[in-house]
């Protein structure tokens, strides 16, 4: 477990969190300050909006970023494992594809499926372009690299894994560690879904590092420092989780189109002179 993670887990260790009110717990995570109050105000394009009338603001109650921080190291360490069976079992098969193969040919095939994973249901379904001008003044759009479209999502995820679960946050800040078995992969989906997410962007960075793709700023790696004895990561069975591998048909299919083809055709072309 990450030092910040320690900071947390357990926090509220003897509290009643389970039988108390929302409205309790509320207050409970706002006096021991694990909850944050920020004022939002609600517009409306059909009406002038008084900023000075405090009824025009909706407050809202969030988790402290500290500790939507610590809860997230926390549960990439907890289902460490099942993330990298999903990056093993990707790149077992992949290893098997491209034996024989010289690295342009397999970055032919590695790019085929780095292209397959970032149009997945996982992948970040926005894009976000720039707008650039070089010293002529002439215009020029770029696309911010997918890698830190993931980085964005990952942010954005830190977040729903607690509203969307937010048991999860109670059991951790219990320091009940035992909560966290296989059978939360199986049944809670956003558990699942952050699993296969953290497993593909490893599978992506991976494959990056190796062919260079694109140019992207760094991801923060998870740090497994600062371990405590007193706290063990429950053995988890291998997840089930869906492979984005393309089927023997597709890859074979795609190295006769892509790769082999223009193999050959420089072949008979040199035949031919």
Do not use: C, W
């Amino acid at each position: 477990m990450t030092k910040k993670s320690i900071e947390y887990f357990g926090y509220l260790k003897g509290e009643k969190l389970i039988e108390i009110t929302p409205e309790e717990k509320l207050a409970l995570f706002i006096k021991k300050k694990l909850s944050v109050v920020t004022k939002m105000l609600e517009l409306s394009s059909n009406t002038n909006i008084n900023l000075f009338d405090k009824s025009n603001y909706k407050t809202i109650h969030e988790p402290s970023k500290g500790l939507i921080e610590a809860y997230f190291n926390f549960l990439l360490q907890t289902f460490k494992e099942p993330i990298n069976s999903v990056l093993i079992d990707f790149f077992y098969l992949y290893n098997n594809q491209i034996i024989g193969l010289k690295k342009k040919e397999s970055k032919k095939i590695g790019r085929l499926l780095f292209l397959n994973i970032i149009n997945n249901a996982h992948s970040p379904n926005f894009d976000i372009v720039h707008m650039l001008e070089n010293v002529n003044g002439i215009p020029k759009i770029e696309n911010t690299p997918k890698i830190e479209l993931y980085h964005i999502k990952r942010d954005t995820l830190k977040s729903r894994v607690i509203k969307v679960f937010p048991k999860g946050l109670d059991e951790f800040l219990l320091g009940n560690s035992k909560f966290f078995t296989y059978d939360l992969t199986q049944e809670i989906p956003i558990i699942k879904e952050l699993i296969q997410f953290e497993g593909e962007l490893k599978i992506l960075l991976a494959l990056n590092d190796e062919y260079q793709f694109e140019k992207h700023h760094p991801i923060e790696p998870l740090n497994e420092e600062n371990t405590i004895e007193s706290f063990s990561t429950p053995t988890l069975k291998k997840v089930s989780l869906t492979s984005k591998m393309p089927t023997e048909e597709e890859m074979d299919a795609y190295l006769m189109k892509h790769v082999f083809s223009k193999k050959n055709k420089k072949i008979v072309k040199k035949r031919g002179e």
